[in-house]
């Protein structure tokens, strides 16, 4: 049991985890620099993040067009836009897919009989829950220590 009698948990891919940490270090260089780019090695040993597995993520942002890389000797990456428009929610669609997807079905497609026939329903309202949060919490919200569970 959890605190407060509650028996659940939330699965956070190490995917989403650390992409998350790689574009925090990010939000704080651009609220320095906008522009300042970050070495993948200098984000991995901040974090303790495994480089390879770092690059990977960081190539899926930059697919979702949430970086931006340069090579070379002063390359690296930097966000694509300002940290208070990318939400969690982007991050995790980015690296992970849909949020609230059942055994990688969306939950809508989910059909369910006899006593169990509305278990569908739940996992409908904890997707929406889910994704309220999410996408009204950005990089910059995060950043700042301010997240707010209570936003419609």
Same mark, same amino acid.
């Given at each position: ?11 956070? &891919? ?14 704080? &260089?651009?609220?320095?620099? +906008? ?14 993040? +495994? +480089? ?16 931006? &890389? ?13 940290? #208070? ?52 919490? #950005?990089?910059?919200?995060?950043? &700042? ?6 936003? +419609?």
């Amino acid at each position: 049991m959890t605190p407060g009698g509650q028996n659940a948990t939330v699965h956070v &891919s190490s995917r989403a985890d650390y992409g998350m940490r790689a574009l925090l270090v990010l939000t704080q &260089s651009f609220a320095e620099d +906008p522009l300042r780019l970050v070495k993948a090695d200098t984000i991995a040993r901040a974090q303790s993040i +495994p +480089p390879k597995f770092l690059e990977v993520i960081l190539s899926q942002l930059r697919q979702a067009g949430l970086v931006i &890389s340069q090579r070379g000797a002063v390359g690296g990456y930097r966000l694509a836009k300002a940290p #208070s428009t990318i939400t969690i929610a982007d991050v995790i669609a980015a690296l992970d897919g849909p949020v609230g997807a059942v055994r990688q079905n969306l939950a809508e497609d989910l059909d369910y009989e006899g006593a169990a026939a509305h278990v569908r329903d739940v996992w409908v309202a904890l997707r929406e829950s889910m994704s309220r949060l999410l996408e009204s919490t #950005s990089l910059a919200d995060v950043a &700042s220590g301010v997240i707010n569970v209570d936003r +419609p």
